[in-house]
């Protein structure tokens, strides 16, 4: 079984030289310790940063340089500044090679849900409406089940829409899964892990071939 | 703010060198005794004719780059029943959290609302009316009214609650949203620098949705840490052109709250 940098570690394998990349909040923040030495790529934050770089030293901390987390951080070279409409805008328009979100639930078709659940305090959608209605390759990052032990990757989704058939791949602590015609493709396993395993914990459709391999790190 | 005088001024019309240009130098001109000059003396005076029920628009994203100095004179002012477009409420005692206990606010526009108790409460006993949009549907709503276009078409929310009510329209086989320009009285936004004209530069990512507001309100007052003389702004830098803003508070003494304060620990 994967653990949260297991599962981030999975995912900056989906990296390439010259990537512009979005992390969402969460897990997806992780993906940044694991992008290789001597690759280039530049984060985006959508409130308004490409090329984010890490959290300042302590004492050096800019109330005027946040991320989307709102947490405080720091520029690197090639770094740019920009409004809201154009963050949205270079989403909007596909310029953007990979997003990489949390989740509360995806579909089988590829539908997700992760902004509000019906009878708590509702935040807010954020910009995730946006990055899921634009966004040319998004995988999820997220827990197999939930806190109830129930599957998160569901024939349907039962909690409000946030976008609709947009997920490319699913990593979670069990797996790593695509898409197919029918529904969720098991791709390689987390070590450790059965394929009936996973099987069991995934309510939405599963295509495997029980000789998926071990997830391989470089 | 007073113009300042060239030293090397000749006494009367003619040509002059300064800063490696030259310059026709038209002492009826400089000597106009009524320049351009947007400045007020402070957030009060600038925001003293927003009456009760108005529309504003709030720049800043979470409590970075927020018009902190417009705020506080908001909630001196006392004035009531607004609707305010902003990215976020801020929290329980800073930025629009302030305007929220003194129960100042009828309806909020926002993407995400998560940081503030009073907030919570307000809405679950219906004091509060809130609409969540998405953010980059809430930036461009805000585009378009400063590029005098009626309304957008956004993919953003298409299939979920977000769409209901809503026209829509397919291009190209996807399905869009159309969303409306925002149109409020005030645009209240927190620049970096600007001189007497109104041109306004930003700093680092407390930009966000600040320029996007100020092209966007009837009336935009911007506040500032830095005031200074027309031509020490650079034109190549300037982000707003002062034709979008109307007023200029110059704020002293920012707090700036940081909400989430993360460090690089020496090890990682």
């Keep these: 079984m994967l653990d949260k940098n297991g599962i981030a570690r999975t995912i900056a394998r989906e990296l390439k030289d010259g990537y512009y990349v979005n992390l969402g909040i969460g897990i997806p923040t992780l993906v940044a310790n694991f992008i290789p030495q001597g690759m280039e790529v530049q984060l985006q934050s959508e409130n308004g940063l490409l090329g984010m770089g890490p959290f300042p030293w302590e004492g050096s901390e800019d109330p005027d340089l946040i991320n989307a987390g709102k947490q405080t951080i720091t520029t690197l070279p090639g770094s740019s500044f920009f409004d809201s409409a154009m963050s949205f805008g270079m989403i909007r328009s596909g310029k953007v090679d990979l997003t990489v979100l949390g989740a509360m639930e995806v579909a089988q078709n590829g539908d997700i849900a992760n902004w509000k659940i019906p009878g708590k305090m509702v935040k807010g959608m954020g910009g995730a409406m946006d990055l899921v209605a634009s966004a040319?390759?998004?995988?999820?990052?997220?827990?197999?089940?939930?806190?109830?032990?129930?599957?998160?990757?569901?024939?349907?989704?039962?909690?409000?829409?946030?976008?609709?058939?947009?997920?490319?791949?699913?990593?979670?602590?069990?797996?790593?899964?695509?898409?197919?015609?029918?529904?969720?493709?098991?791709?390689?396993?987390?070590?450790?892990?059965?394929?009936?395993?996973?099987?069991?914990?995934?309510?939405?459709?599963?295509?495997?071939?029980?000789?998926?391999?071990?997830?391989?790190?470089? | 703010m007073m113009h300042r005088w060239r030293p090397e001024a000749p006494d009367g019309p003619g040509w002059i060198w300064a800063d490696g240009a030259s310059y026709f130098w038209d002492s009826t001109r400089n000597l106009n005794p009524n320049p351009v000059n947007k400045i007020y003396t402070d957030a009060d005076a600038a925001l003293a004719d927003i009456q009760d029920g108005a529309t504003l628009m709030l720049g800043g994203f979470g409590l970075c780059g927020i018009p902190e100095h417009c705020i506080a004179a908001l909630v001196r002012k006392g004035v009531r029943d607004l609707t305010c477009i902003s990215n976020n409420a801020g929290v329980d005692d800073f930025g629009i959290g302030l305007m929220l206990q003194g129960?100042?606010?009828?309806?909020?526009?926002?993407?995400?609302?998560?940081?503030?108790?009073?907030?919570?409460?307000?809405?679950?006993?219906?004091?509060?009316?809130?609409?969540?949009?998405?953010?980059?549907?809430?930036?461009?709503?805000?585009?378009?009214?400063?590029?005098?276009?009626?309304?957008?078409?956004?993919?953003?929310?298409?299939?979920?609650?977000?769409?209901?009510?809503?026209?829509?329209?397919?291009?190209?086989?996807?399905?869009?949203?159309?969303?409306?320009?925002?149109?409020?009285?005030?645009?209240?936004?927190?620049?970096?620098?600007?001189?007497?004209?109104?041109?306004?530069?930003?700093?680092?990512?407390?930009?966000?949705?600040?320029?996007?507001?100020?092209?966007?309100?009837?009336?935009?007052?911007?506040?500032?840490?830095?005031?200074?003389?027309?031509?020490?702004?650079?034109?190549?830098?300037?982000?707003?052109?002062?034709?979008?803003?109307?007023?200029?508070?110059?704020?002293?003494?920012?707090?700036?709250?940081?909400?989430?304060?993360?460090?690089?620990?020496?090890?990682?």
């Design chain 1, 136 to 218: 040319r390759n998004i995988v999820v990052a997220m827990q197999h089940v939930n806190k109830a032990g129930e599957s998160k990757l569901l024939p349907r989704c039962t909690l409000p829409i946030t976008g609709l058939a947009c997920v490319r791949k699913v990593v979670t602590e069990l797996g790593v899964f695509g898409f197919d015609q029918e529904g969720f493709v098991l791709l390689e396993r987390a070590p450790g892990v059965t394929c009936d395993y996973i099987r069991d914990k995934t309510w939405g459709h599963l295509s495997s071939t029980g000789l998926e391999p071990e997830i391989q790190w470089a």
């Design chain 2, 103 to 268: 129960r100042q606010v009828r309806k909020m526009i926002s993407s995400y609302v998560g940081e503030n108790a009073e907030f919570e409460r307000q809405l679950l006993s219906g004091e509060l009316e809130v609409e969540l949009i998405p953010q980059g549907t809430l930036a461009t709503r805000c585009m378009a009214a400063g590029y005098g276009m009626p309304a957008i078409y956004t993919p953003a929310g298409v299939g979920t609650e977000v769409a209901e009510g809503k026209e829509s329209r397919e291009f190209g086989g996807k399905t869009y949203l159309l969303e409306m320009a925002f149109d409020a009285d005030y645009a209240l936004v927190k620049a970096w620098k600007a001189d007497r004209m109104g041109n306004l530069v930003f700093k680092a990512t407390a930009r966000n949705f600040n320029p996007l507001m100020a092209m966007a309100g009837k009336i935009t007052v911007a506040e500032v840490e830095e005031l200074v003389e027309p031509g020490e702004l650079d034109p190549n830098t300037v982000h707003v052109p002062g034709i979008y803003v109307q007023r200029i508070v110059l704020g002293t003494q920012y707090e700036k709250r940081i909400e989430q304060r993360t460090v690089r620990t020496p090890l990682s």
